[in-house]
């Protein structure tokens, strides 16, 4: 895929992606905002772009009618390039359940400009922003609904490396009870070959 500078994009889509732009998490701490993104030239293609084994490029960036126009209805599509990563962790988590794992649409990559995030009451910072995050509603024919299977595939995950956060089981503020919630944090990706400056 190629990879593009998003400092580089029409200001339609920088105003949407919002590359290198601070935001706050739940916690006040302050992370940048990607600013390499692999662009995706249709979403055909993004349906046939193998990430892994078991998962395309198109599961990890499903998003519903909430997400910006400039990102949802025209080509190209734009994707932070830690999504890669994130398929890797995907797949582990996949190999240990022996099963097909299932993401939420909108529960991959989804921009700062996707109004289920501008309708949050803070506006604060999601690791989704990063395509480093995903919430999963369902492994092999298990709905993830309810405690016991949360906190059971939660385990597993947390079982890969202390690098992944799972989200509790719960139905406050930071919880999950309809989906296990794992993600790598704000991963920022530099491809080799491009500059910061």
């Excluded at 582990?92 to 700062?112: E, H, K, L, M, W």
């Excluded at 690791?127 to 993830?144: K, M």
């Amino acid at each position: 895929m190629k990879i593009v500078d998003a400092l580089s994009l029409p200001a339609t889509q920088r105003d949407c992606l919002r590359p290198g732009e601070m935001l706050r998490d739940a916690r006040g701490e302050t992370h940048r905002l990607p600013r390499f993104f692999y662009e995706v030239p249709s979403w055909n293609e993004a349906k046939q772009f193998q990430l892994t084994a078991n998962f395309t490029l198109a599961e990890l960036i499903l998003v519903d009618c909430r997400e910006a126009r400039a990102l949802f209805r025209q080509a190209p599509l734009f994707v932070p390039c830690a999504v890669t990563i994130l398929a890797r962790y995907l797949q582990q988590f996949r190999n240990r359940v022996d099963g097909p794992v299932f993401i939420s649409a909108n529960g991959g990559y989804r921009s700062p400009a996707h109004q289920w995030d501008r309708a949050r009451p803070d506006g604060r910072a999601s690791a989704h922003h990063w395509a480093a995050a995903a919430d999963i509603y369902r492994v092999g024919d298990t709905w993830l609904d309810a405690r016991e299977p949360i906190e059971r595939y939660a385990r597993v995950a947390q079982g890969i490396g202390p690098e992944i956060f799972v989200r509790s089981f719960g139905h406050g503020p930071g919880e999950t009870d309809d989906h296990l919630h794992l993600d790598l944090g704000f991963l920022t990706v530099i491809p080799h070959g491009w500059s910061e400056a």
